[in-house]
C-alpha cells in the first residue's frame, strides 16, 4: 500500500513563526503536492514537485516556499506564520506514469492553527 | 479558468444508488476526470478517473458525455459507511504544465438507515 505521511497531525504556532511541514512517502513516485483545505474552498494547490530539486508555483504560493531535497521528501515552509494559513494542509503523491492529473495519494493532512 | 461546480450536499438511504454530477467547462482536452471520497479527519483517497464514456470498477462507475462538460460519480447500493465528501477533480486547458488541477468544492453525501 502506497503510504504517505505527514509530520504532524496538530500543530499550533505563533504569528511570525517559522512553520515546517514535512510529508514523505514510500512509492517512489515522482510527483508530490501541497494542498490546503478551508471550508467553503475546497482543495487548493499550494506548490508542487516532479522532481528532485524542482518546484512549481500553484494557485496560492505566496507565504509559503517548499523543498524537496530527496524524491521521498517534500517539506512546505511558512516563512512567518500569519493567522490567515490557519487551516488544513495536505500532501499528495503520485507517480508520473499514470494519466494526468494522476492518481494521487494524500496523506492524513497536519490541522495548523496560527494564534 | 476552468470551473466545477457540484452540489454541496445530498442524501440517500441505504441500499440505494447516488449519482453525484460535477459540471465542468475548460477542461483540458486531453486530460482525465477524476473522483475522491474524503471522511472526516482523512486526506482524499481516490475513487475513479475516466476521459469518455462510461467506466466501472468495484467501487463506482464515471459516466463522463461526448462533450466532457460534466460527469456524473455512481455509487451503487450505498451503504452508510459512503457518507463522506466527493471531489471532482479536472485540469484547466488554459493553464500549461502542472499548474491546472483544479478541485471542485465537494458535495457531503449522508447516507441514513
Known amino acids: 500500500d502506497v503510504k504517505v505521511t505527514q509530520s504532524s497531525r496538530y500543530l499550533v504556532k505563533r504569528t511570525g513563526e517559522k512553520v515546517f511541514l514535512e510529508c514523505v512517502q514510500d512509492?517512489?513516485?515522482?510527483?508530490m503536492f501541497w494542498y490546503r483545505q478551508d471550508p467553503g474552498l475546497g482543495l487548493r494547490l499550494i506548490y508542487f514537485?516532479?522532481?528532485?530539486?524542482?518546484?512549481e508555483k500553484g494557485d496560492i504560493p505566496e507565504g509559503y516556499s517548499v523543498s524537496r531535497e530527496k524524491k521521498e521528501r517534500f517539506s512546505l515552509i511558512l516563512e512567518s506564520a500569519s493567522t490567515n494559513q490557519t487551516s488544513m494542509y495536505l500532501c499528495?503523491?503520485?507517480?508520473?506514469?499514470?494519466?494526468?492529473?494522476?492518481?494521487?495519494?494524500f496523506g492524513p493532512g497536519t490541522r495548523l492553527t496560527v494564534t | 479558468l476552468a470551473k466545477t461546480t457540484q452540489p454541496i450536499s445530498m442524501d440517500s438511504y441505504e441500499g440505494q444508488e447516488v449519482n453525484i454530477t460535477c459540471s465542468h467547462n475548460?477542461?483540458?482536452?486531453?486530460?482525465?476526470i477524476t473522483w475522491y471520497q474524503q471522511f472526516p479527519s482523512q486526506g482524499p483517497r481516490f475513487i475513479i478517473q475516466?476521459?469518455?464514456t462510461k467506466v466501472t470498477n468495484e467501487v463506482a462507475s464515471l459516466f463522463i458525455p461526448a462533450d466532457r462538460k460534466s460527469s456524473t460519480l455512481s455509487l451503487p447500493r450505498v451503504s452508510l459507511s459512503d457518507t463522506a465528501v466527493y471531489y471532482c477533480?479536472?485540469?484547466?486547458?488554459?493553464?500549461?504544465?502542472?499548474?491546472?488541477?483544479?478541485f471542485g468544492a465537494g458535495t457531503r453525501l449522508a447516507v441514513h438507515p
Open positions: 512509492m517512489d513516485h515522482e510527483n
Open positions: 475516466g476521459y469518455k
Open positions: 499528495a503523491s503520485s507517480s508520473q506514469t499514470s494519466s494526468f492529473p494522476y492518481e494521487q495519494y
Open positions: 514537485s516532479y522532481d528532485v530539486k524542482m518546484k
Open positions: 475548460n477542461i483540458a482536452t486531453n486530460d482525465y
Open positions: 477533480l479536472v485540469g484547466d486547458m488554459f493553464s500549461g504544465g502542472y499548474n491546472k488541477l483544479i
